[in-house]
């Protein structure tokens, strides 16, 4: 089992910045890859940045060049750097973990940008 712990959310004004954290703790030897993911109210939960195993990055396309994901492997620590922050950036962040045989989410983390 994986347990993910976000934190670092909260209310900024936009063209601010906040940085998530996520701790994942239990067995993460296993796991191939960790990223972050977000709700919007009424959206469906969508993709945000990914890193894998073997460092390769991923990130939608809305947030190329404002956010940065990258993780700590000492502190078995994930973290999306987010800059430049626009209202509609404003959801629930979720961190995630991929194994090859299970998928493992926090319980997320509100980020509210203000116009």
């Known amino acids: 089992q994986v347990q993910l712990v976000e934190s670092g959310g909260g209310l900024v004004q936009a063209g601010g910045s906040l940085r998530l954290s996520c701790a994942a703790s239990g067995i993460t030897v296993n796991i191939n890859s960790i990223g972050w993911y977000r709700q919007a109210p009424g959206k469906e939960r969508e993709l945000v940045a990914t890193i894998s195993s073997g460092g390769r990055t991923n990130n939608a396309d809305s947030v190329k060049g404002r956010f940065t994901i990258s993780r700590d492997n000492a502190k078995n620590t994930l973290y999306l750097q987010m800059n430049s922050l626009k209202p509609e950036d404003t959801a629930v962040y979720y961190c995630?973990?991929?194994?090859?045989?299970?998928?493992?989410w926090g319980q997320g983390t509100q980020v509210t940008v203000s116009s």
């Open positions: 995630q973990a991929e194994s090859s045989w299970n998928v493992y």
